[in-house]
């Protein structure tokens, strides 16, 4: 079983949607929460980061954890066809701090 | 703009070449990290460091090696190219204290033929 399994898609919203992505982890060591975003052809770039169970709001993001569910979500308001990209969330383990990370959501927002 | 640099940022070699694909950062981080990425799949840790003369082998096994004698270079060789070499590596580095984030590079695309 992996670690962090995150829903695959790919998801397909039209412009203006809410989009709600998705993660479930196994490991309980896991205390910090991220959310990559990723463009074709780049590398990923931190997005948002939560330490704790509850919600945390960054302008149309929002990062949602839930730990005695091992659940994690990452929502979108007002979806931009800009929002278009692999979605990848990630914890850090272990003394170096690796990240573990799903596989990502790949999502398209249609104008 | 990204201040961690990958170069190339694509490669075609032959099979059984000597390669090295370069990454620097300009933070100076201690923390670097290659991730072997495949299209449409997870990111895999293949080696990190904690910092000078500081390496480790990663989740994945990987048939390269890294050296890390300076801060900002963090460089990874495969001494003989396969095909099953193909992918995307990915080079990254963090630091304590800002929520364990990576700042990423924009990878090397490397295809052995």
């Known amino acids: 079983q992996k670690e962090v399994e995150q829903d695959p898609g790919p998801l397909s919203v039209p412009e203006g949607a809410i989009v709600s992505l998705n993660c479930t982890y196994s490991?309980?060591?896991?205390?910090?929460f991220m959310w990559y975003r990723q463009y074709s052809r780049k590398g990923p770039e931190l997005l948002m980061y939560?330490?704790?169970?509850g919600n945390k709001e960054d302008g149309r993001f929002t990062a949602q954890v839930d730990k005695s569910s091992k659940y994690i979500s990452l929502f979108i308001r007002d979806s931009q066809p800009s929002d278009s990209a692999t979605y990848l969330c990630?914890?850090?383990?272990?003394?170096?701090?690796?990240?573990?990370f799903g596989s990502g959501t790949q999502l398209t927002v249609l104008p | 703009e990204a201040d961690i640099y990958q170069t190339p940022r694509y490669l075609v070699i032959g099979t059984g070449k000597k390669i090295t694909l370069e990454c620097s950062q300009t933070?100076?981080?201690?923390?670097m990290y290659w991730y072997q990425q495949d299209p449409g799949m997870e990111l895999h840790l293949i080696h990190y460091?904690?910092?000078?003369?500081?390496?480790e082998k990663g989740d994945l096994s990987s048939e390269s090696t890294v050296s890390r004698i300076r801060t900002e270079h963090f460089p990874l060789t495969l001494e003989s190219a396969r095909p099953s070499h193909t992918s995307q590596y990915l080079c990254?580095?963090?630091?304590?204290?800002?929520?364990?984030?990576?700042?990423f590079g924009s990878g090397t695309r490397l295809t052995v033929v």
């Open positions: 990254a580095s963090s630091v304590e204290g800002e929520g364990y984030g990576y700042t």
């Open positions: 490991n309980s060591a896991f205390q910090y």
């Open positions: 939560t330490y704790s169970s």
């Open positions: 990630a914890m850090p383990s272990g003394s170096a701090r690796q990240l573990t």
């Open positions: 933070m100076g981080h201690d923390k």
């Open positions: 460091s904690y910092g000078v003369n500081s390496t």
